[in-house]
T-cell receptor, first 120, second 115 residues
């Protein structure tokens, strides 16, 4: 099946610094990618929907200036956590939508392995 | 707004026993429903999905789920669990084109398998 990668898998940074997380679709072109945040013992929370070549659509309560999303190509979306603070520590997961190539197919969403961010 | 409830946060079953993980959803129209599995340190893997048609859906790894509109449920089942099934399972409901435009996840059920 299709593969979505994330880099890095784990990052530790100091408070006040910015961290960039990459999400790549390895064998398909993803016009739409999604960014989720997973809190311990809680569900995944959709942060934003990223469409190639346009501005991301953020969910209510997610700070656009804090979580910068760029989807510059059909295989790459990046999430930058700006001026990170300890409360930003979390597991960030991206997914990519593989659109149907024929009328008989439905599209599919593939998830990356996640990035563990720890802000000291 | 759509929502998903997974009433069991943690379930323990013996290897070889049958399994049922419960999921209830709230959505105004015909839902797109998913079950995902997440192993420690891994991303989510799609087990199965329901978009329309037959209400009993077969998935990978021997899992199946049944959509019951009258009960707003989409319970996941497996007749005989294996130790490798130990993981966290997420039920999700989607909206929009193909069901993937706005996916809402449940809180997850952690499955422990004992010998």
């Amino acid at each position: 099946g299709a593969v979505v990668s994330q880099h890095p898998s784990r990052v530790i940074c100091k408070s006040g610094t910015s961290v960039k997380i990459e999400c790549r679709s390895l064998d398909f072109q993803a016009t739409t990618m999604f960014w989720y945040r997973q809190f311990p013992k809680k569900s995944l929370m959709l942060m934003a929907t990223s469409n190639e070549g346009s501005k991301a659509t953020y969910e209510q309560g997610v700070e656009k200036d804090k979580f910068l999303i760029n989807h510059a190509s059909l295989t790459l979306s990046t999430l930058t956590v700006t001026s990170a603070h300890p409360e930003d520590s979390s597991f960030y997961i991206c997914s990519a939508r593989d659109p149907p190539r024929t009328a008989a197919r439905t599209d599919t969403q593939y998830f990356g392995p996640g990035t563990r961010l720890t802000v000291l | 707004a759509q929502s998903v409830t997974q009433p069991d946060i943690h379930i323990t079953v013996s290897e070889g026993a049958s399994l049922e993980l419960r999921c209830n959803y709230s959505y105004g129209a015909t839902p797109y429903l998913f079950w995902y599995v997440q192993s420690p340190g891994q991303g989510l893997q799609l087990l199965l999905k329901y978009f329309s048609g037959d209400t009993l859906v077969q998935g990978i790894k021997g899992f199946e789920a049944e959509f019951k509109r009258s009960q707003s449920s989409f319970n996941l089942r497996k007749p005989s669990v294996h130790w490798s099934d130990a993981a966290e399972y997420f039920c999700a409901v989607g909206a929009g084109a193909g069901g993937y435009q706005k996916v809402t996840f449940g809180i997850g059920t952690k499955l422990q398998v004992i010998p």
